[in-house]
Nanobody, 116 residues
Framework: QVQLVESGGGLVQPGGSLRLSCAAS????????MSWYRQAPGKQRELVAS???????NYITSVKGRFTISRDNVRETVYLQMNSLEPEDTAVYYC??????????WGQGTQVTVSS
């Protein structure tokens, strides 16, 4: 079955960097557009970035110029490089196939905490 396992989160000071990874299995990774979401405490889950099968990327305004989404179709992994982190970036981060229905369970996510 579809499995997406996120990793790489942690505690970082404002201005710091983290690189998140999402290892995929159970489906043909190269055939899917992929995305990263995040959910901050008390807020709804939001789409942060997406990458097409061909590598075209999109970002929400608040992370443009700071975050970079990428993919490795050989390793079947999608990455999120996060630079110049801000306290507002604190959230649990999830990866997801673009277009998956709500019936597909979310992964466990990885916690990112930006604090001094």
């Amino acid at each position: 079955q579809v499995q997406l396992v996120e990793s790489g989160g942690g505690l970082v000071q404002p201005g710091g960097s983290l690189r998140l990874s999402c290892a995929a299995s159970g489906f043909t990774f190269s055939s899917f557009h992929m995305s990263w979401y995040r959910q901050a405490p008390g807020k709804q889950r939001e789409l942060v970035a997406s990458i097409s099968r061909g590598g075209i990327t999109n970002y929400i305004t608040s992370v443009k110029g700071r975050f970079t989404i990428s993919r490795d179709n050989v390793r079947e992994t999608v990455y999120l490089q996060m630079n110049s982190l801000e306290p507002e970036d604190t959230a649990v981060y999830y990866c997801r196939r673009v277009g998956d229905s709500a019936t597909i369970p979310w992964g466990q996510g990885t916690q990112v905490t930006v604090s001094s």
